[in-house]
């Protein structure tokens, strides 16, 4: 069996925005030690899965937060410490 896994990531309005391969898996079911997940593939998937994810939501919020509320301005340095210049 092939198995398929994919990351749909929708809009607020429940728009899908982009689909994503995660991983193709082979799982065999001959022997009982086969079934479900291993460890390493459960580790493998967790893994891509949240490198999608945080990439996704890191550019969202930087595109919600970019610009000083104030001025406009476009911000700089990192999403935890913030340098603003409107005055």
Request: aromatic share 2%; hydrophobic share 40%; with cysteine.
């Amino acid at each position: 069996m092939r198995v398929k896994l994919q990351l749909v990531l929708c809009s607020d309005d429940g728009c899908e925005e982009t689909v994503t391969d995660i991983v193709t898996l082979r799982k065999d079911s001959q022997h009982i030690e086969h079934l479900g997940l291993t460890l390493v593939e459960a580790k493998q998937l967790l893994t891509t899965l949240q490198q999608y994810l945080l990439t996704h939501q890191v550019d969202a919020f930087l595109a919600a937060h970019g610009t000083c509320e104030t001025c406009g301005a476009t911000l700089k340095g990192s999403v935890l410490k913030v340098e603003m210049d409107c005055d």
